[in-house]
């Protein structure tokens, strides 16, 4: 062989590595020398017809690809390259395998009616993901790093925010945001044991049980049918003398009506808490949701609009609260480092908090009780070309939404349709329907039979949060009655309406309610 590793080659205008294993088969991975110096360049496909494709190339190294590389990174026309440069490429490489990876392994199949099973909700994504997980995993920076920081500062920008706090999930994020409002750093405005919190008991647990575990006393409100949100003119009637905060999810995507909530906690000096996670890309009067209150929360699991796996993330665009969050979620410390960073402050060790020595480890300084709920950087890294997919995901909701609303008119005697709220343009999380009294059918009927041709059901969550076994003998307030919220729960189901979901799939959806519904009709 006439090529060592690490022998740089001409190819016309550009230059080719050559590298050697141990079998001595020649490998080759196109790279660029600068032109002019000192500037980046790029070979093009042309620049290297001349190699010898009959070489043993590795599986993955495509020599049609394009690899960018800076001016330092290769030392000479015919010398070594740089650590920087030998990184790149073998990052390069990784990724195109990741990407035949998917391909292969992991690429959708074919829709087949009857026989694959639609979910309610489901993880759409492609190679960029898998590239993206293998070049963290690559840093091996396992907790939170640099694609966390890219997420964060992404995510609160597309949302208009001021500041995003990546947590392990979306019922951290919910725990972080109640617990952040009983921190001493808000002085009277603080939230204390016995304090109340208007909520609603149709939803999902975890919206609620952070305002039991600070020992702060929920307050339920009923819920529209239809919308499936908070009834506001029950909103005011609910505030009591020790209400101090609203925490409230916006249903299935749906946003609540923001113009009554925010007008209730401004009159009252209460703290709002959106509850985002289902609603990711919802917009209320053209503003994104989980911008209107005071925080917001925003889940990242599988079944949600875009997904780490595990992960959530608190949206705030006070620095206070920023402040409280943060440390909250990173142990209680009362440093703001990042992990891997000492003494941003400048007073690592002139300070004296609370009845510690002069000069106690800022690092080593606690003004919460708080917790450790980090995301990891793996997560983060999926998550960024998740929110890349967003615009996308949030239309083909959208269409889902407006295809099932459209072949479901007919069947408008038999269900309560739902609706979005007025000035709301939902990024819609699933297709809620309700059966309406005197109905020919009960919802078990209709859900065994979606159920047994694989079409996956969904209930509205806890259904009556009241009525759970696990809410038994805990102290809380009901306003009013909580009528809706039973029908709800004795009635109403959800479908799904995901980007996994195409046009074949709803089609087979229409056709199978059609055929129920003729079914019961016809008395069979």
Excluded at 256 to 263: G, I, K, P, R, W
Excluded at 271 to 276: G, K, M, Y
Excluded at 385 to 410: M, V
Excluded at 474 to 489: C, F, P, Q, S, Y
Aim: a neutral charge; charged letters at 20%.
């Amino acid at each position: 062989m006439p090529y060592q590793a690490g022998d740089i080659i001409k190819i016309k205008d550009g230059f080719a590595l050559v590298a050697v294993r141990e079998s001595e088969t020649c490998h080759i991975w196109p790279v660029t020398t600068p032109a002019p110096r000192g500037a980046d360049c790029v070979l093009e496909a042309a620049d290297i017809a001349a190699v010898d494709q009959s070489l043993d190339l590795p599986l993955g190294v495509d020599l049609n690809c394009r690899f960018k590389v800076g001016a330092g990174e290769i030392q000479g026309a015919a010398g070594a390259i740089t650590a920087s440069c030998l990184e790149k490429l073998w990052r390069g490489d990784f990724a195109r395998r990741a990407g035949q990876y998917y391909s292969l392994f992991h690429r959708p199949a074919p829709f087949k009616p009857g026989q694959t099973w639609i979910s309610c909700s489901g993880k759409v994504y492609d190679e960029q993901e898998m590239v993206n997980l293998i070049d963290a995993a690559l840093d091996f920076w396992l907790t939170a790093g640099r694609y966390a920081s890219s997420l964060e500062q992404k995510l609160a920008g597309y949302l208009g925010a001021r500041y995003c706090l990546l947590t392990n999930s979306g019922s951290s994020a919910n725990l972080l945001a109640v617990s952040a409002l009983t921190s001493p750093k808000l002085g009277e405005r603080r939230l204390k044991p016995g304090d109340e919190v208007i909520t609603v008991a149709a939803g999902f647990p975890t919206t609620v049980t952070p305002i039991v575990q600070n020992r702060l006393v929920p307050v339920f409100v009923d819920v529209d049918l239809e919308t499936y949100n908070v009834n506001a003119g029950q909103l005011e009637a609910a505030v009591g003398a020790r209400t101090r905060a609203i925490f409230l999810a916006h249903t299935l995507g749906n946003p609540f009506n923001l113009d009554a909530v925010t007008e209730i906690a401004r009159k009252y000096n209460l703290w709002l808490i959106e509850d985002n996670c289902d609603a990711l890309g919802s917009k209320y009067r053209g503003k994104y949701t989980g911008t209107f209150g005071d925080l917001a929360t925003v889940s990242f699991y599988p079944a949600h609009h875009i997904t780490t796996g595990e992960g959530g993330a608190v949206i705030t665009s006070d620095p206070l609260l920023k402040r409280i969050v943060e440390s909250l979620r990173d142990w209680g410390r009362d440093c703001w480092c990042p992990p891997g960073h000492d003494n941003t402050c400048k007073r690592r060790f002139q300070q004296q908090l609370g009845d510690l020595p002069r000069g106690y480890d800022h690092k080593y300084t606690y003004s919460h009780l708080g917790y450790n709920l980090k995301l990891t950087d793996l997560q983060a890294a999926v998550g960024l070309a998740q929110l890349a997919k967003l615009p996308g995901f949030i239309q083909a909701r959208g269409r889902n939404f407006q295809l099932l609303s459209e072949g479901l008119q007919k069947h408008s005697d038999r269900f309560i349709l739902p609706r979005a709220t007025k000035h709301a343009d939902p990024s819609w999380f699933g297709f809620l329907l309700t059966l309406r009294p005197g109905a020919p059918f009960t919802r078990q009927q209709l859900i065994n039979y979606l159920e047994e041709r694989r079409i996956r059901t969904r209930l509205l969550f806890a259904g009556n949060m009241t009525r759970q076994p696990a809410f038994r003998g805990v102290e809380h307030r009901v306003a009013g009655d909580l009528k809706n919220t039973d029908i709800i729960m004795n009635n109403a189901f959800w479908i799904g309406l995901y980007p996994g979901l195409g046009e074949r799939e709803i089609e087979y959806i229409l056709d199978t309610l059609d055929n129920f519904i003729k079914g019961v009709e016809a008395g069979d």
